[in-house]
């Protein structure tokens, strides 16, 4: 690959992990739940208000990169480690957003559902972006690769019940933390775990082609 498209490739994935980071803001900021793979950090920055949202994402997702470690040993390419300043860039970009949508009133329900939506469709943008950079894959999804390619198992299989794990994760914590009372883990979360995909499909496919040419030219 031409070091000029390689340079182009990594400028798309830092505006993906923006996007992203701000779709997550936009969920979070109308408290109804943000997506599966965040649900564990929400909660714990509900718990133990001296980190940010995005520093337990970062937390979260170096952990990831740590099982990702465990699990293919010799097999973990040194490139994946390059996961590790896009964590923390992400998790800079989730509180930056956090800071930019904090003036949007959230007091009616409606305006709140709204919200999840906004943030389901700016996640899966930046999420069909990263896929079209086609570069450095995020924390959670290599995760998931690297259980799909140890245990031969399909990647979306091994994905849905990585989502459930996170969300089931989430809501023990929940229970633990706060008098068995469920907090930060609501219907913006199942809605996101059902819609994200189909947003991700709907933007991959108009944007594959155009981008793809404006990578390689």
Same mark, same amino acid.
Not at 97 to 121: A, D, E, H, K, Q
Not at 169 to 184: M, R
């Given at each position: 690959?031409?070091?000029?498209?390689?340079?182009?490739?990594?400028?798309?994935?830092?505006?993906?992990?923006?996007?992203?980071?701000?779709?997550?803001?936009?969920?979070?900021?109308?408290?109804?739940?943000?997506?599966?793979?965040?649900?564990?950090?929400?909660?714990?920055?509900?718990?133990?208000?001296?980190?940010?949202?995005?520093?337990?994402?970062?937390?979260?997702?170096?952990?990831?990169?740590?099982?990702?470690?465990?699990?293919?040993?010799?097999?973990?390419?040194?490139?994946?480690?390059?996961?590790?300043?896009?964590?923390?860039?992400?998790?800079?970009?989730?509180?930056?957003?956090?800071?930019?949508v904090?003036?949007?009133?959230?007091?009616?329900?409606?305006?709140? !559902? $709204?919200?999840?939506?906004?943030? &389901? +469709?700016?996640?899966?943008? @930046?999420?069909? #972006? *990263?896929?079209?950079?086609?570069?450095?894959m995020?924390?959670?999804?290599?995760?998931?690769?690297?259980?799909?390619?140890?245990?031969?198992?399909?990647?979306?299989?091994?994905?849905?019940?990585?989502?459930?794990?996170?969300?089931?994760?989430?809501?023990?914590?929940? !229970? $633990?933390?706060f008098?068995?009372? &469920? +907090?930060?883990?609501?219907e @913006?979360?199942? #809605? *996101?775990?059902?819609?994200?995909?189909?947003?991700?499909?709907?933007?991959?496919?108009?944007?594959?082609?155009?981008?793809?040419?404006?990578?390689?030219?």
């Amino acid at each position: 690959m031409a070091k000029k498209e390689l340079v182009k490739r990594y400028i798309l994935l830092i505006i993906s992990l923006f996007l992203s980071a701000l779709g997550v803001a936009f969920t979070k900021h109308a408290e109804l739940g943000v997506s599966p793979i965040s649900s564990v950090s929400n909660i714990l920055s509900y718990k133990f208000t001296f980190f940010t949202l995005g520093t337990w994402l970062i937390i979260w997702n170096c952990i990831l990169i740590g099982g990702q470690i465990l699990i293919l040993r010799k097999k973990f390419q040194p490139i994946q480690l390059l996961q590790i300043p896009l964590s923390f860039l992400f998790g800079y970009f989730t509180d930056i957003s956090l800071w930019c949508v904090s003036p949007i009133p959230t007091n009616r329900y409606p305006v709140r !559902l $709204l919200m999840v939506f906004i943030g &389901i +469709v700016i996640l899966g943008f @930046g999420v069909s #972006l *990263s896929v079209i950079a086609n570069v450095i894959m995020n924390s959670g999804e290599a995760f998931v690769k690297a259980v799909s390619d140890s245990t031969r198992k399909e990647f979306g299989n091994v994905k849905i019940v990585f989502d459930i794990c996170c969300v089931l994760s989430a809501v023990i914590l929940s !229970l $633990l933390f706060f008098d068995l009372k &469920i +907090v930060g883990a609501r219907e @913006g979360t199942v #809605l *996101s775990a059902v819609f994200t995909g189909f947003v991700v499909k709907f933007f991959g496919k108009r944007l594959k082609g155009p981008l793809t040419d404006i990578l390689t030219k």
